[in-house]
Structure formats: structure tokens, C-alpha cells
């Protein structure tokens, strides 16, 4: 299945616990003042790529303890995403992905293509960048506005659990 991307990187350790294959996904409806990925806002931007070669890349590498769907919105392209992620639960590796939506947002518009993809997230960071709240203390996010969400918790739930930094749930070394 095509994907849109803005670019990847294969050894990512800002994106999430462990080492990580990130993809920039291309296409933003956000554009939040500060963004540091504003070459990915626009949709007809960045170049299409088969999620299958995308995969071929992140099952070469035996140190991956997971893949980001950053962007750009993953959120905006949630059938080739959830490929990736399901693709990804496949081989043991954990999901986390970022979005300008917030969670409530998304639980509300209950859009089918994105629940599914929201199903098969185990982080989500949500929330736009807010440039006023951004600090470079905050562990894998940029502003005290976004949150690091638990989704399986939160989905089995019915309430926002926080994700927390456990890494032996993770097997990540």
C-alpha cells in the first residue's frame, strides 16, 4: 500500500523508548506556529513509498524495539499507517505514534480508519505543539500540553491512562 512520507530515520532515539525506525509522514492540517517538521505540512509534498518497502527496512534491523509514525499527521493517512503498525505487532515490535489531534478529538469523530489505527497504537502522544508551552525538558514530546498515551489501558478503560516509563515493559535492551 502507498504511503506519503516527508523521509524516515532508521535509528531514532528521541522518538520513543529504544531504537526506533521513525516515519515522517507527509501531510499536516495542523501547522502549529514552531513545528520542527513544517517541510511536512503540505499533502502533495514529501514522496509516496510502498509500505512494504518501508517494512523490508525495519525487519533488516535486530536492534529495533519499535516504530514512530510521526510527521507530518499519521493520523491523516490512517489505512497505510495501520498497515505499518500491525505489520510491526507482528514482529514484537511496540507502536507509538504522534498527532496533533487530541484523543477526545479523535474518540469523538470516531472516524472508522483512524480507530483502527488508534486499536493497534501502544502510545500515543497527542496534542499539538503549543510554541508558548514548549520545554526541552519533557521526555518525547515538545510542549507540557501533549500527553504520552497508554491506548490499550485507555481503550480497555474508557479513561485516559498516561503512559508510564517502565522500560522492562518494553524489552527494549
Known sequence: MDIRIAGTVDDSIVDGPGCRYTIFTQGC?????????????????????DTDLILKQVFANPLLSGITLSGGDPLCQPEPCLVLAQAAHSRGLNVW???GYTLEKLLEEHDPARMALLENIDVLVDGPFLLAQKSLELKYCGSRNQRLIDMKKTLSSGSVALWQDDLSSWDVL
Open 29 to 49: 492540517p495542523h501547522h502549529c506556529p514552531g513545528c520542527h517538521n513544517p517541510q511536512s505540512h503540505d499533502f502533495a509534498g514529501g514522496r509516496v513509498v
Open 97 to 99: 505514534c504522534y498527532t
